[in-house]
């Protein structure tokens, strides 16, 4: 068709730029990724992939080099805090054959899989490189890099993340990431035996720990934490911190994490900043795709799966349409599968800090919320 999209800047190389810029190439699209940070600089925790993320990576013709580096899980297990199990049910996915539940997976080995296939498909990447300057015309976009590079591009996609530059310079900065009232501890340890699937550990007087696992000899654990403002941690306390916060639980896989602690495996804490941009998600030929247009909190842990089913459905409406009415296209197809979910995030994040919830409403919101990620994107 006249006017389709034949060359397509994205800024940022994470998961949804990556898989965008993969999808394209497959389309005979010329996609260049622009990446602030080198490859080496990427983090070592994990992120676990449900089954509607998978799909899509499978649509895009991802999806065998996750299963094979990641570790794939159907159930969850609810154990009290000496690690006796409560309750053990299947994921309630319509499973195709071949796509578990779930994948759990280091986000370093799911990020080189997908710079892997970038590179094979002729993606082209510039590394540790930012934007200057965008300059929008009415067939195409100039964009100025930091390394002295002038690109032109019929689409250019900010994929750059929650706090977004891009956004803030084409977009403006009305809209921003606030605090949500939570962040997450994570601790990378050698996947405990007994854990195969996701599960969490109650404690005994409230609060709980997760477990997930990444690889066969890799997981790790989460602990949520609310907090009215949000709080930092310097590098140095990470471990006593955390460490003071499993003593309650007396699971042996936790008091044996415990007791590794001191060994210099990866700790985080991380806030949970989100934002969901008002439609349209584009102006003029600037898109905004995955955690810069809609950042979720991650009680459904269905931010990334999210970012992944844009990327793929932003690039078969690219497919479809010319350039500017495939913006608009990709817009309305994605509006109300992602406000549902930020909603339903939120909601079960903030019922977690009301002590007098009983969990029930979050029980139907995880209901409602998996029926609807089980349906098509
Ligand atoms: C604690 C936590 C746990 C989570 N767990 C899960 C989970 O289990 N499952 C799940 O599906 N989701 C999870 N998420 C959400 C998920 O991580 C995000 O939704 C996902 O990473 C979004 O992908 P993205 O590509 O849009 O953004 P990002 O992954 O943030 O990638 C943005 C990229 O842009 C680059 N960049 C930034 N600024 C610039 C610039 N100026 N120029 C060029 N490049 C730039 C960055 O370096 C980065 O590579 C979690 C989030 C958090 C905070």
Redesign the pocket.
């Known amino acids: 068709m006249e006017g389709r999209a034949k060359q397509v800047v994205i800024?940022?190389?994470?998961?949804?730029?990556?898989?965008l810029a993969v999808a394209l190439r497959r389309q005979g699209v010329a996609a260049h990724v622009?990446?602030?940070?080198r490859p080496e600089?990427q983090l070592g925790?994990?992120?676990?992939?449900?089954n509607n993320?998978l799909r899509a990576l499978k649509q895009v013709g991802l999806l065998d080099d996750c299963l094979a580096a990641g570790f794939p899980w159907n159930s969850v297990v609810t154990r009290d805090h000496k690690g006796h199990v409560l309750d053990e049910r299947t994921l309630p996915w319509t499973l195709e054959p071949g796509i578990p539940g779930a994948l759990g997976i280091m986000?370093t080995t799911f990020a080189k899989i997908l710079a892997d296939h970038a590179e094979r498909e002729g993606v082209d990447i510039s590394y540790g490189?930012?934007?200057d300057k965008v300059d929008q015309h009415a067939d195409g976009v100039d964009v100025q890099l930091s390394s002295g590079e002038s690109l032109r591009a019929d689409v250019l996609v900010a994929?750059?993340?929650?706090?977004?530059?891009?956004r803030n310079l084409v977009f403006g900065t009305e809209h921003r990431p606030f605090y949500a009232g939570q962040?997450?501890w994570?601790y990378t340890v050698p996947r405990p035996e007994t854990l195969d699937g996701f599960t969490m550990f109650r404690g005994p007087t409230g609060g709980a720990v997760g477990c997930?696992p990444l690889a066969p000899d890799t997981a790790y654990f989460?602990l949520l934490e609310s907090s009215v403002s949000p709080i930092r941690f310097e590098e140095a306390e990470l471990a006593s911190a955390l460490a003071e916060r499993l003593a309650p639980f007396e699971a042996p896989e936790l008091r044996d994490a415990v007791a590794k602690i001191d060994e210099g495996r990866h700790i985080s804490f991380?806030r949970?900043d989100i934002l969901l941009m008002p439609q349209p998600w584009h102006r003029g030929r600037v898109v905004l795709?995955?955690?810069?247009a809609h950042?979720?909190t991650?009680q459904l842990?269905?931010?990334?799966?999210?970012?992944?089913e844009g990327a793929a459905v932003l690039a078969e409406e690219l497919g479809r349409h010319e350039a500017v009415a495939a913006l608009s296209a990709y817009g309305k197809r994605r509006a109300e599968r992602v406000r549902t979910i930020y909603d339903n995030s939120l909601r079960i994040c903030e019922l977690e800090k009301d002590p007098t919830s009983d969990g029930s409403e979050s029980v139907k919101l995880f209901v409602e919320s998996f029926k609807l990620l089980d349906g098509p994107y």
């Open positions: 800024v940022g190389g994470g998961i949804s730029g990556m898989t622009v990446e602030k940070a600089d925790t994990g992120i676990n992939l449900q993320a986000r490189t930012t934007v994929a750059d993340g929650v706090y977004s530059p891009l962040g997450v994570r997930l989460f991380r949970f795709l995955g955690d810069a950042s979720v991650p842990t269905s931010g990334g799966g999210m970012a992944i």
